[in-house]
């Protein structure tokens, strides 16, 4: 096998003509294998750039998202190539091993194999470090990073770095620790994600009624709160011990129109405290240590959390951010689930690159890319 497939990715390399190719798989060659350097028969395919080829091992069933030594996909080998044509293969492989064509309706739904296999690949806010094929195929993150109920009994701390950013710090283990929240996203939550969901809002000027799922710093909240005109009601649902205890230390509980909701958002997401409302004009969610499943669950609430079609739902879109070709498979699947729910998805870049040098000290890197795709979702006008 091992022969096999060597010999298949040679093949690909020496550019040798379709047919030939298309005979060794025929006759075993496996596609699932990686030589010494973790290039596989995809990844040679798109560094030749050969459009029917890529197109060819996808339907032979090539594994899209296997990463070679440097941590580079086949789709990543396409876009250092500048061959979009390529890239797009790939990458729609990915998109439809997220996206089912018939979705379960339940909440739990019978993941496929690919399915989960992607859903694996962007759990958590901070997937590790070094990503491998291993990683990428490990079931399940069980460190607090990626597990809610180790997240919910760590110990957070709440601190400054020698930058002077502000960071809200777990450990993970004795070699590391991860921001839950990092100053330097306040740029993306002011000039952007508040602007986005509030600014042009047709209730600002009566006081917006926010929903806000996970207080980290409080860093979007505070933005909330500066509204030109105060939101009439501010919902926020925090159950980490140590952050519910740095909020009262702030004074968030004695804040005028502001209710906290100590627990999860699954506890409160079908309860009078939060249904009882009668919808808000701004749903915003932002976890951590939950996957993409928790997130899309959570996408299947938002229509009976929100008002109207003048309402806006905005999420932190930093799952898959650590690779340019996950980034973006995750953002398209995301936007096709919400449109599964009646909810259409605007877009917009932020820079976020400026001054990026620094802001990880040694804690782990979870956000990689210059651009952050910020969301923003309204509820689709039925006609
Ligand atoms: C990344 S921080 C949020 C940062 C926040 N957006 C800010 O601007 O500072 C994630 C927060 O979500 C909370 N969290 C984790 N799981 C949650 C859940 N299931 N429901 C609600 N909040 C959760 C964490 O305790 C943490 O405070």
Known sequence: ?????????????????????????????????QDDEGTSALHAAAYTE??????????EG???????????????????????????????AGIRSGKPRVLPSVACPAL???????????????????????????????????????????SLKFIKDDGGQEICLLKVSDEEEVGVMMGWERG???????ERLCDDHEHLRDGLKVLNVGFGLG????FFQALPTRPSLHVIIEPHPDVLAHMRELGWYDKPNVRILEGKWQDFVEREELLGVGGFDVVYTDTF??????????????????VGPESRFGFF??????NALFYDVYARVSELHLADVGIDVEWTDVDVFEGGEDRWGETREYFAQRLYRLPVGRMRIMS
């Not at 497939?5 to 040679?10: H, I, M």
């Not at 860093?219 to 505070?222: A, F, S």
């Not at 996957?291 to 929100?306: A, E, I, N, R």
Request: charged residues 15%; negative net charge; hydrophobic residues 45%.
């Open 1 to 33: 096998m091992v022969a096999l497939g060597q010999a298949l990715v040679e093949c690909i390399l020496e550019r040798q003509p379709l047919a030939l190719v298309q005979k060794m798989v025929a006759d075993g060659g496996p596609l699932w294998y």
């Open 50 to 59: 050969n459009e029917e080829l890529v197109r060819y091992l996808i339907q």
């Open 62 to 92: 090539a594994v899209w998202n296997a990463v070679d030594n440097l941590h580079n996909t086949a789709g990543d080998v396409a876009l250092s190539m500048n061959n979009e044509a390529c890239y797009n293969l790939v990458r729609d």
């Open 112 to 154: 496929t194999a690919h399915t989960e296999l992607l859903l694996t690949l962007l759990s958590s806010r901070a997937p590790p470090a070094t990503s491998s094929l291993s990683m990428v195929l490990r079931a399940t993150d069980t460190t607090a990073a990626g597990s809610p109920a180790a997240f919910l009994s760590s």
């Open 188 to 194: 993306i939550s002011e000039s952007s994600t508040v």
């Open 219 to 222: 860093i979007i909240d505070g």
């Open 289 to 306: 240590s939950e996957d993409y499943k928790d997130l899309k669950q959570f996408f299947d609430h938002v229509p009976d959390l929100l």
């Open 317 to 322: 879109n930093g799952l898959g951010a650590t």
